[in-house]
């Protein structure tokens, strides 16, 4: 997935491209938009991917706090959470096998960081606004090379985002398993380490 850059997965979502995504602009993400979240990817008749319904039900991989794929240099007062979440489904079969199966979704969520509010006296937390969307999907029936990225705009069906982005090839290149990097998600990392499924 792209990383700000914007970034859900790489420079271009999980980088994640020049991403579409206004990361001064807060997404609005309703609490039930459409698709459950164990029956894979939900698209539009126009092939618009649909925003899973509850994804922050889905299991947590992991949080990044300012990280960009690209040299930037620091952007000083703004500074960015994302967090990764799993379909369950799928999150249970790499625990399984070391690897993702068919129709995954993996969810980037970007959000404010903030350092001064209520009692906090260092250190950053997470603001309440939703700043983008990412999903990186695996649809090997839909998708040449298996992968498909997307930014979306609040909860409306997001088209997929050209494969000619950069998140694509950084993918291949980068990433430690099946085109996602989960060098970034410490809790799978070793998993994949002890399945041999890790990226040469």
Request: proline letters at 6%.
């Amino acid at each position: 997935m792209k990383r700000h850059g914007i970034a859900l997965f790489a420079p271009a979502l999980f980088v994640l491209a020049g991403a579409v995504t206004n990361a001064d602009t807060p997404v609005s993400v309703p609490a039930a938009v459409s698709a459950s979240p164990t029956t894979g990817p939900a698209y539009t008749a126009e092939g618009r991917l649909k925003l899973p319904e509850d994804y922050r039900e889905w299991v947590f991989l992991s949080a990044g706090l300012d990280m960009s794929y690209r040299d930037m240099g620091a952007t000083p007062g703004h500074s960015m959470f994302d967090n990764v979440f799993a379909e369950p489904t799928a999150y249970r079969e790499f625990v399984r096998t070391g690897t993702w199966p068919d129709r995954t979704t993996l969810v980037l969520e970007i959000r404010g960081a903030a350092e001064k509010g209520s009692i906090n006296t260092q250190g950053k937390f997470q603001t309440g606004d939703v700043m983008g969307l990412e999903l990186h999907v695996k649809d090997t029936k839909r998708f040449p090379g298996g992968w498909a990225f997307f930014a979306f705009k609040g909860s409306e069906p997001a088209q997929q985002i050209p494969t000619s982005a950069d998140c694509y090839s950084c993918h291949q290149q980068h990433a430690a398993v099946d085109t996602t990097f989960v060098q970034f998600y410490p809790t799978l990392l070793g998993i994949a380490t002890r399945k041999g499924t890790l990226s040469h």
